[in-house]
């Protein structure tokens, strides 16, 4: 059985046709995301500019939303950074006009 070391623990996976372990699995932790995104939007506003708009439900040791675009969907470059509630259980807005859209653009991400 292929074996992988993860720290101080080693994994086994099971042989062809095993469907249960023996033992248990150590605890793996894993971090929630920091912020519960609950809306997001952009609308055009005039010609040549665009309003994002989001809402959160809650944020937990949130620093900043870095805002990207692209044209083609895999080089993205940043448009602007926004501060974040930090640490929240409300509900929170946020917005941002962009107003430097790139000239002949049909298409977005």
Request: aromatic content about 10%.
């Amino acid at each position: 059985m292929p074996t992988a070391t993860f720290g101080s623990f080693v994994f086994t996976t099971p042989a062809a046709g095993q469907t249960d372990f023996l033992g248990e699995l150590p605890p793996i932790y894993t971090p929630p995301l920091p912020v519960t995104l609950t809306a997001f939007d952009a609308t055009a506003a005039g010609r040549h500019a665009l309003r994002l708009s989001w809402a959160t439900a809650s944020e937990t040791n949130s620093v900043r939303f870095e805002v990207e675009r692209s044209r083609d969907g895999r080089a993205f470059g940043r448009v602007a950074t926004l501060a974040a509630a930090g640490r929240s259980s409300s509900p929170r807005q946020y917005q941002l006009l962009d107003e430097q859209l790139p000239v002949g653009a049909t298409t977005l991400y």
